[in-house]
């Protein structure tokens, strides 16, 4: 693969992962209720979705979503819940006056975990979204390492992405502000969840 071709993957990957949605609000809501520290195992976690499904890709497994539209809308559904799911979670959050340790239990590291990882796994557009990308760079023949190098570049832009929010959002001059507006934030996150939810089952 010549690095132009690189280039060209990594800046899709790029603008696919800095794109607003329900992955941002997620790592979002974990940083503002939880900490820096719950931010970034989100990020990681949710990086570790988006790698799976890239390398799921790059192996010729993830063709099996395209050939089995079933397994596709089973898992679409299953997103669209889970989504729901978080958006009504926080919605309750915002019912509170302010995001802070006193007024709303913090959710733990293993909540950041689940719902970093399970907003990329049940998100089975990813897949479509890699198919139809290494597709243009994965020729027959193709070594193992190179294909290996596209996913790993699929995982380490999401996840580097997603870090540098948590990193940001929870900046010493940021955090506070975010904190007296959390209210406001996490119904406006709310709604934007439930929003995306009702776009995946209506698509």
Known sequence: MTLAAWLSVAT???LGAASPGPSLA???RHTLSGSRRNGIIAALAHGAGVGLYALLVVLGL???LVELPGLYQLL????AAYLAWLGIQALRAGQTSALHADALQAPTALTAVRDGFMVAFLNPKLAIFFVAL?????QPGQSLETKLILAATAWSI???WYLLVAFGLSHSQVLPWLQ???RWINRITGCLLLLLALRVITL
């Open 12 to 14: 899709i990957c790029f």
């Open 26 to 28: 997620m790592v979002l």
């Open 62 to 64: 993830g063709r099996l």
């Open 76 to 79: 679409a559904w299953g997103g």
């Open 134 to 138: 290494f597709s243009q760079f994965i």
């Open 158 to 160: 999401d996840t580097g």
């Open 180 to 182: 007296q507006r959390a």
